[in-house]
């Protein structure tokens, strides 16, 4: 084994940096999960000592995203992936639609995946454009028989954020917040199924957190009710053993516990969303102060956590990722479909970071200008 490093500044994708306050306590709990005795990764999920966790990690949940009441919240496997196909098999009956809005590589595998459950369609699309903008509410129309209008709100690959709620012309919301959740605003009541893979904005992956309205809940059990849904991929099955049908990712949910006390210790989610737009802000001030970089996303869709980008001569590209992992700051690569440079910035990256890649990249910047 080589020289251990010491914690370097990351930007990665996800699984993503958290707080380093959080995964000390969740390296303190390793042995001993709060004073049971028991070590976090070795506990029975039945245990009273374990519901304790899983009813906190719930009431953080509800209190920091202001989930209704009447709201069920869920900790399932599978990724968001698994969510693509289990939201349209609960939510649709046979021959039933949905719609999508196609922004980027994760909205196209939801909507694959539904295509497989009912008719589903993509009623916009930005391939043409590269996928560098989200629509605006007068760019589409919901077919007047769709059951849903699904989005994502955060494009991970591209670098793209609606800046509003999209009008869903009357038809329940579905959301794929996987990478901005508890990031930015989110009216959880105006929306009737939220899910997110958990490893960018809230913990470890293994573990997604799914958020069902009433309506949802109904829809799945008559789905249920009618024998078409197998047992693991039923929310109703999840909802009504409270996420313990099966041994869930123990450890994720704890970790999801640790980083939702975390917000809440750090000004609930207006603080994440106060300190993210900061982030953001100097990044962006630095990519708009010089034509040295071309930013990925148009200016009205440009993402908070995940920020794009190319240099005007793309042969820089491989020398800034290498220069940049070597002082310390890592993760920056670019996905494959946009190429180029992305710097995630989700909740656990905290604005040193963000200043050390700023001052880094005026640098670079001027170096090779
Ligand atoms: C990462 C990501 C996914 C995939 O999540 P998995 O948990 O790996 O299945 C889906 N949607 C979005 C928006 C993502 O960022």
């Known amino acids: 084994m080589g020289v251990p490093h010491a914690r370097i500044h990351n930007f990665g994708a996800g699984p993503a940096v958290l707080p380093l306050s959080v995964v000390e306590e969740v390296q303190a709990a390793l042995p001993n999960l709060n004073g049971s005795g028991f070590g976090l990764i070795e506990i029975s999920h039945r245990s009273g000592a374990y519901q304790e966790v899983v009813d906190s990690a719930m009431d953080r949940i509800r209190r920091v995203l202001s989930v209704p009441e009447d709201y069920t919240i869920l900790f399932l496997q599978g990724g968001a992936s698994t969510q693509f196909y289990m939201t349209a098999l609960n939510l649709l009956k046979p021959g039933e639609a949905a719609d999508f809005l196609v922004t980027g590589g994760w909205s196209q595998k939801a909507l694959k995946e539904a295509k497989r459950i009912g008719d589903a369609e993509a009623i916009w699309d930005d391939s ?28 991970t690959l591209m670098g793209t954020q609606y800046p ?22 989110l009216d959880v009541a105006a929306h009737d199924v939220i899910y997110a893979g958990a490893q960018k904005n809230l913990g470890p992956s293994g573990v997604t957190l799914v958020i069902l309205s009433p309506w949802a809940l109904a829809r799945s059990q008559e789905n249920s009710d009618a024998g078409r849904l197998p047992t693991m991929l039923d929310y109703t099955v999840h909802a009504s053993k409270g ?28 603080g994440s969303v106060a300190r993210n737009r900061a982030k953001a802000g100097l990044l962006y001030a630095e990519l708009d102060r010089s034509d040295f970089w071309v930013p990925h996303a148009e ?37 494959r479909s946009v190429g180029g440079i992305r710097a995630s910035l989700y909740n656990g990256c905290p604005i040193e970071s963000v200043e050390a890649l700023v001052e880094f990249m005026r640098d670079f910047a001027d170096r090779h200008s």
């Open 128 to 155: 043409q454009n590269g996928m560098r903008s989200v629509p605006s509410d007068s760019d589409y129309a919901v077919r007047a028989d769709s059951v849903y209008l699904h989005y994502t709100s955060n494009n």
């Open 164 to 185: 509003d709620l999209p009008d869903s012309q009357g038809k329940p919301r579905v959301l794929d917040a996987s990478s901005d959740i508890a990031g930015v605003p």
């Open 243 to 270: 996420s313990l049908f099966n041994t869930p990712n123990t450890f994720g949910i704890f970790v999801l516990d640790c980083v939702f006390k975390w917000i809440e210790e750090n000004g609930g989610l207006a």
């Open 299 to 335: 200016v009205g869709a440009r993402s908070l956590m995940n920020i794009t980008w190319r240099c005007a001569d793309e042969s820089h590209e491989a020398i800034f990722l290498a220069e940049s992992a070597a002082a310390g700051l890592g993760g920056l690569k670019g996905h």
